[in-house]
Nanobody
Framework: QLQASGGGFAQAGGSLRLSCAASELTLSTYYMGWFRQAPGKEREFVSCINWSGSSTYYADSVKGRFTISRDNAKNTVYLQMISLNPEDTAVYYC????????????????????WGQGTQVTVSS
């Protein structure tokens, strides 16, 4: 139901934009999050956004470099990533919680109801 895309290879200092589109969910009524999982590590919170886009939150490790946004008309959520570094290498997952109009934030994996399949981001030094 959630399809993440936009991953790929980038050099350190480069940028990528991830997208998360939904096929059966109306994302305008869902709270959305991005998580990532590096090899051998737990899946960790990256960023989240409420239904209207008025409230956003970021992990300290990406604050100032990543920007989450949404276009409800396109039923899509984005994660713009700049100033990438090798530590950002991971599979990135989008997730949806809801339907809800709560502002969050929701940092924990268990708080999300739907997950995308993930998209690989690899950053070389």
């Amino acid at each position: 139901q959630l399809q993440a895309s936009g991953g790929g290879f980038a050099q350190a200092g480069g940028s990528l934009r991830l997208s998360c589109a939904a096929s059966e969910l109306t994302l305008s009524t869902y709270y959305m999050g991005w998580f990532r999982q590096a090899p051998g590590k737990e899946r960790e919170f990256v960023s989240c956004i409420n239904w209207s886009g008025s409230s956003t939150y970021y992990a300290d490790s990406v604050k100032g470099r990543f920007t989450i946004s949404r276009d409800n008309a396109k039923n899509t959520v984005y994660l713009q990533m700049i100033s990438l570094n090798p530590e950002d290498t991971a599979v990135y997952y989008c997730a949806a919680r809801g339907p809800t109009y709560m502002s969050g934030p929701y940092y924990r994996r268990a708080e999300y109801d739907y997950w995308g399949q993930g998209t690989q981001v690899t950053v070389s030094s």
